[in-house]
């Protein structure tokens, strides 16, 4: 059911920008139409708003079509004190809520029961241990058993992590039996650490890469990059701007965009079974799944990145489009 192509939901909880209802529900249907019956969110994500902005806008599609995937490792908790304040990690929404780390069983447990609660869903597909850099330990030893124990009574289908910190998914990967990574902005036109070691353990091992954050949180999804887009969550340094402008002007003398390029290569390791690509808006989405569809760019593209010193020289150039299947 998980096809190529999923769609990342945090722009649904307001993301750097707020949207409205309607906007959430329609870029939700435009990746619909393109074909998208993956969709994954976390209660990180604007304090729950992106998974009550999902579940609204899936209400009504049989559920058997489509899969969802949210995330354990944040209990949000009400905070009285600071609800005439905005959230302080990045999304436009009240801070009527706080983030509490909690990676024991029972913060499991009380996680995706608030997250179906706002799904409004009686199932989640996917569950993911969500950023667990720095509780390492409760998050091998008490998260994971506890999805284990969930997928083995079949109440999920499918377990996994998400984090941009490779040396942790390289950790699940070799100390469990996880399905899925989620690896968030680690292995994209700008950087390709993951190339190290995760992703040769995940073929080896037989654990599916959903790669997000393929547009390093925007600077990759302009034509014309520059000074003022995000970097993985903040401002791009100017060192990293020039990078991407060095990489653009190359795709652009060979007639392919840099979104499409990012896109592109990203779909392009064999470990990669799914491209997570967030969107703000209904056209944003058809941009970028009309996009992800598209013809790979020409050979001669990537050996001239390769060759000026923009890409590794190791990276899986990418042959065949993704589809929606």
């Not at 435009?30 to 899936?58: I, K, M, Q």
């Not at 330990?137 to 284990?148: M, Q």
């Not at 491209?275 to 944003?284: D, F, M």
Request: glycine share 8%; hydrophobic share 45%.
């Amino acid at each position: 059911m998980i096809g190529r192509l999923g769609l990342g939901c945090a722009q649904l909880g307001n993301l750097y920008t707020a949207i409205d209802d309607e906007t959430a529900s329609a870029t939700v249907a435009a990746a619909w139409d393109a074909g998208v019956r993956y969709f994954d969110t976390a209660p990180h994500y604007g304090l729950g708003l992106s998974e009550r902005r999902l579940g609204a806008a899936l209400r009504g599609r049989p559920r058997d079509s489509y899969a969802v995937s949210t995330k354990v490792g944040r209990l949000l908790v009400p905070s009285p004190s600071t609800a005439g304040e905005r959230d302080p990690d990045g999304f436009v929404v009240p801070a009527s809520e706080r983030r509490v780390w909690d990676f024991s069983a029972d913060g499991v447990m009380r996680s995706l029961t608030a997250s179906l609660d706002r799904l409004g869903l009686h199932r989640i597909d996917l569950v993911l241990i969500h950023d667990p850099e720095d509780h390492a330990r409760p998050a091998l030893e008490e998260a994971y058993p506890a999805l284990h124990a969930l997928r083995a009574e079949g109440v999920v289908r499918a377990i996994g992590v998400g984090s941009t910190r490779t040396e942790i998914l390289d950790r699940f990967v070799a100390e469990t039996d996880i399905d899925v990574v989620l690896l968030a902005g680690r292995y994209t036109l700008l950087e390709q650490p993951a190339l190290d070691s995760l992703l040769p353990a995940c073929v080896k091992r037989g654990v599916s890469v959903f790669n997000a954050g393929v547009f390093n949180s925007g600077l990759l999804a302009v034509d014309d990059p520059h000074a003022g887009l995000p970097y993985d969550y903040e401002d791009a340094p100017d060192s990293i701007v020039t990078r991407a402008k060095a990489i653009a002007k190359v795709c652009a003398g060979h007639g392919v965009s840099l979104p499409r390029a990012a896109l592109a290569f990203a779909a392009g390791h064999p470990a990669v079974r799914s491209l997570v690509i967030g969107s703000q808006t209904a056209e944003q989405a058809r941009r970028n799944f009309t996009l992800a569809a598209a013809p790979p760019p020409p050979a001669e593209m990537w050996s001239e990145l390769i060759a000026d010193g923009l890409l590794r020289s190791d990276a899986p150039i990418p042959a065949d489009p993704p589809d929606a299947s």
